[in-house]
Protein backbone atom coordinates (compact mmCIF):
# COMPACT_ATOMS: atom_id res chain seq x y z
CA UNK A 1 0.00 0.00 0.00
CA UNK A 2 2.85 2.27 0.57
CA UNK A 3 4.08 1.72 -3.00
CA UNK A 4 1.05 2.25 -4.25
CA UNK A 5 0.82 5.97 -2.46
CA UNK A 6 4.42 6.55 -3.42
CA UNK A 7 3.41 6.47 -7.17
CA UNK A 8 0.11 8.74 -6.73
CA UNK A 9 2.57 11.13 -5.14
CA UNK A 10 5.17 11.02 -7.69
CA UNK A 11 1.98 10.97 -10.72
CA UNK A 12 0.77 14.12 -8.81
CA UNK A 13 3.87 15.77 -8.62
CA UNK A 14 4.47 15.37 -12.22
CA UNK A 15 1.28 16.45 -13.27
CA UNK A 16 1.64 19.84 -11.10
CA UNK A 17 5.09 20.11 -12.86
CA UNK A 18 3.58 20.16 -16.05
CA UNK A 19 0.98 22.57 -15.38
CA UNK A 20 3.74 25.25 -13.98
CA UNK A 21 6.13 23.94 -16.82
CA UNK A 22 3.45 24.29 -19.55
CA UNK A 23 2.61 21.26 -22.04
CA UNK A 24 5.35 19.98 -24.14
CA UNK A 25 8.00 21.95 -22.21
CA UNK A 26 11.02 20.59 -20.35
CA UNK A 27 13.18 22.16 -17.60
CA UNK A 28 15.93 24.27 -19.78
CA UNK A 29 19.86 24.29 -19.15
CA UNK A 30 22.74 26.40 -19.92
CA UNK A 31 23.87 23.79 -22.31
CA UNK A 32 20.86 23.98 -24.06
CA UNK A 33 20.62 24.62 -27.84
CA UNK A 34 20.25 28.10 -29.10
CA UNK A 35 16.06 27.99 -30.20
CA UNK A 36 13.02 30.11 -29.01
CA UNK A 37 10.99 29.55 -25.69
CA UNK A 38 14.89 28.03 -24.56
CA UNK A 39 15.34 28.75 -20.33
CA UNK A 40 18.64 30.79 -20.21
CA UNK A 41 17.63 32.17 -16.95
CA UNK A 42 21.27 33.13 -14.69
CA UNK A 43 23.22 31.67 -17.86
CA UNK A 44 26.57 33.08 -19.39
CA UNK A 45 27.59 33.15 -22.39
CA UNK A 46 30.37 35.77 -22.96
CA UNK A 47 32.10 36.17 -25.69
CA UNK A 48 30.56 33.56 -28.05
CA UNK A 49 29.27 33.50 -31.62
CA UNK A 50 25.41 33.75 -31.70
CA UNK A 51 24.68 35.36 -34.79
CA UNK A 52 21.84 34.47 -36.33
CA UNK A 53 20.04 32.40 -33.34
CA UNK A 54 16.13 33.05 -33.21
CA UNK A 55 15.62 32.95 -28.93
CA UNK A 56 12.53 34.51 -29.72
CA UNK A 57 10.12 34.36 -26.21
CA UNK A 58 13.58 33.19 -24.62
CA UNK A 59 13.97 33.84 -20.81
CA UNK A 60 16.87 34.95 -20.26
CA UNK A 61 16.66 37.08 -16.78
CA UNK A 62 20.21 37.78 -15.54
CA UNK A 63 22.07 36.20 -18.15
CA UNK A 64 25.30 37.42 -19.49
CA UNK A 65 26.50 38.25 -22.96
CA UNK A 66 29.29 39.95 -22.35
CA UNK A 67 31.67 40.73 -25.41
CA UNK A 68 29.44 37.64 -28.02
CA UNK A 69 28.21 38.37 -31.19
CA UNK A 70 24.39 38.74 -31.25
CA UNK A 71 24.38 40.53 -34.89
CA UNK A 72 20.48 39.38 -36.76
CA UNK A 73 19.65 37.46 -34.15
CA UNK A 74 15.99 37.62 -32.88
CA UNK A 75 15.09 37.88 -28.92
CA UNK A 76 11.50 39.37 -29.37
CA UNK A 77 9.72 39.09 -26.45
CA UNK A 78 12.22 37.58 -24.17
CA UNK A 79 12.50 38.11 -20.62
CA UNK A 80 15.88 39.64 -20.42
CA UNK A 81 15.61 41.38 -17.18
CA UNK A 82 19.05 42.84 -15.44
CA UNK A 83 20.54 40.71 -18.36
CA UNK A 84 24.28 41.86 -19.28
CA UNK A 85 24.88 42.65 -23.09
CA UNK A 86 28.11 44.68 -21.66
CA UNK A 87 30.35 45.14 -25.26
CA UNK A 88 27.91 43.15 -27.23
CA UNK A 89 27.42 43.13 -30.55
CA UNK A 90 23.38 43.27 -31.37
CA UNK A 91 23.82 44.68 -35.26
CA UNK A 92 20.27 44.49 -36.66
CA UNK A 93 19.33 43.03 -33.73
CA UNK A 94 15.50 41.80 -33.60
CA UNK A 95 14.02 42.83 -29.94
CA UNK A 96 10.30 44.13 -30.15
CA UNK A 97 8.61 43.87 -27.25
CA UNK A 98 11.63 42.22 -25.20
CA UNK A 99 11.38 43.06 -21.03
CA UNK A 100 14.66 44.74 -20.93
CA UNK A 101 14.36 46.84 -17.68
CA UNK A 102 17.58 47.22 -16.05
CA UNK A 103 19.66 45.17 -18.42
CA UNK A 104 22.98 46.78 -19.09
CA UNK A 105 24.04 47.75 -22.76
CA UNK A 106 26.55 49.60 -21.67
CA UNK A 107 29.17 50.06 -24.79
CA UNK A 108 26.80 47.60 -26.83
CA UNK A 109 26.31 47.76 -30.66
CA UNK A 110 22.70 47.92 -31.54
CA UNK A 111 23.70 49.24 -35.10
CA UNK A 112 19.99 49.35 -36.72
CA UNK A 113 18.14 47.02 -34.37
CA UNK A 114 14.77 46.98 -34.00
CA UNK A 115 13.43 47.62 -30.57
CA UNK A 116 9.95 48.65 -30.50
CA UNK A 117 7.65 48.15 -27.71
CA UNK A 118 10.90 46.82 -25.40
CA UNK A 119 10.61 47.58 -21.84
CA UNK A 120 13.63 49.23 -21.36
CA UNK A 121 13.46 50.77 -18.06
CA UNK A 122 16.21 51.87 -16.04
CA UNK A 123 18.23 49.87 -18.71
CA UNK A 124 21.73 51.62 -18.81
CA UNK A 125 22.80 52.60 -22.51
CA UNK A 126 26.08 54.15 -21.35
CA UNK A 127 28.78 54.87 -24.73
CA UNK A 128 26.64 52.41 -26.64
CA UNK A 129 25.68 52.98 -29.73
CA UNK A 130 22.49 52.89 -31.58
CA UNK A 131 22.60 54.33 -34.55
CA UNK A 132 19.49 53.88 -37.01
CA UNK A 133 18.00 51.75 -34.01
CA UNK A 134 13.85 51.67 -34.04
CA UNK A 135 12.86 52.63 -30.43
CA UNK A 136 9.29 53.14 -31.80
CA UNK A 137 6.65 52.87 -28.64
CA UNK A 138 9.49 51.77 -26.62
CA UNK A 139 9.53 52.60 -22.84
CA UNK A 140 12.54 54.45 -21.58
CA UNK A 141 11.71 55.60 -18.42
CA UNK A 142 14.58 56.50 -15.74
CA UNK A 143 17.10 54.44 -18.39
CA UNK A 144 20.69 55.59 -19.02
CA UNK A 145 21.81 57.13 -22.64
CA UNK A 146 25.01 58.55 -21.07
CA UNK A 147 26.90 59.22 -24.39
CA UNK A 148 24.76 56.67 -26.29
CA UNK A 149 24.99 57.47 -29.76
CA UNK A 150 20.97 57.68 -31.06
CA UNK A 151 21.97 59.15 -34.99
CA UNK A 152 19.53 58.34 -37.45
CA UNK A 153 17.31 56.40 -34.94
CA UNK A 154 13.87 56.51 -34.49
CA UNK A 155 12.51 57.58 -31.25
CA UNK A 156 9.65 56.37 -29.23
CA UNK A 157 6.87 58.09 -30.62
CA UNK A 158 7.72 56.58 -34.42
CA UNK A 159 7.83 59.61 -36.16
CA UNK A 160 10.74 61.57 -35.01
CA UNK A 161 14.29 60.56 -36.18
CA UNK A 162 17.27 61.84 -34.38
CA UNK A 163 19.80 63.98 -36.07
CA UNK A 164 23.18 62.88 -36.35
CA UNK A 165 25.29 63.78 -33.69
CA UNK A 166 22.64 62.77 -30.74
CA UNK A 167 24.66 61.75 -28.37
CA UNK A 168 22.53 60.95 -25.34
CA UNK A 169 19.18 62.58 -26.43
CA UNK A 170 17.18 62.51 -29.49
CA UNK A 171 18.19 65.94 -31.00
Given at each position: MARFGFMIAAIVAAAVLGAVIGPGRALAACTDPPAPGVNWQ???FDGLDLTGVDLSGARLRDGSFFRSDLSGSDLSKTN?????????????AKLDGAKLSEADF??????????????????????AILRRADLTDARLKGADLTR??????????????CAEGSLGRCN
Open positions: RCGSFRAKFVNTVLRETKADLTGASLKGADLRRARFFHADLSGATWIDGKRI
